[in-house]
């Protein structure tokens, strides 16, 4: 029985095991996501989260620290460099799990690991997005919202006059009646 046993073996020896989540995390650090499977990205969160956590604070014991984990001076270099100043008000969560689906060959559960702060999409859609409640706007919008209305309410009084004197600027002279012979009578008798 493996009670209270956390460690995500992955069918590997410790030592393997150790050189395959530096790999994961180097590849991780440099092109900012990655597909593996899901087991494989959980475990890999769990090697990578402190040491991010780690670069936000720049020094060279936490960069031996960080280096001793990743074997990698670019890696560590990257997350010192780009990854912790992005990262440097999140108070955790760095990384994200998106599910894909089976693999073909084996069908096994797959899984994309990315770093949060790099995907511009999801950032682009909570910029972007209002957040709405259920209770009733605050007296500070409705008194906003009342004062730009009547604004739009004042503006067209100030622009009325200026239409009413270009109107007849633009009419077309009214053309003559043409008359008939009929009509030349009427007006002699």
């Not at 069908?107 to 511009?120: R, S």
């Not at 309410?153 to 003559?176: F, G, L, N």
């Amino acid at each position: 029985m493996r009670h209270g046993k956390k460690v995500a073996h992955l069918g590997r020896k410790s030592a393997h095991r150790k050189a395959m989540l530096a790999n994961m995390a180097c590849s991780l650090i440099e092109h900012k996501r990655i597909q593996t499977t899901v087991t494989k990205a959980k475990a890999l969160k769990q090697f990578v989260e402190p040491l991010v956590t780690k670069s936000k604070t720049d020094t060279t014991h936490n960069r031996r620290l960080v280096f001793s984990s990743l074997r990698n001076k670019y890696a560590v270099a990257e997350l010192f460099r780009s990854v912790a100043v992005k990262v440097g008000d999140r108070p955790g969560g760095y990384t994200r799990i998106i599910k894909l689906g089976n693999r073909l060959g084996d069908n096994a559960d797959m899984a994309m690991i990315e770093l949060v702060d790099y995907n511009e999409v999801y950032n682009a859609e909570k910029t972007t997005k209002k957040k709405s409640t259920r209770r009733g706007r605050t007296k500070k919008a409705e008194a906003t919202a009342s004062d730009e209305a009547t604004a739009a309410q004042e503006a067209p009084t100030v622009e009325a006059p200026e239409a009413a004197a270009e109107k007849p600027a633009k009419k077309a002279p009214a053309k003559p009646k043409k008359t008939t012979k009929k009509d030349d009578a009427d007006k002699d008798a």
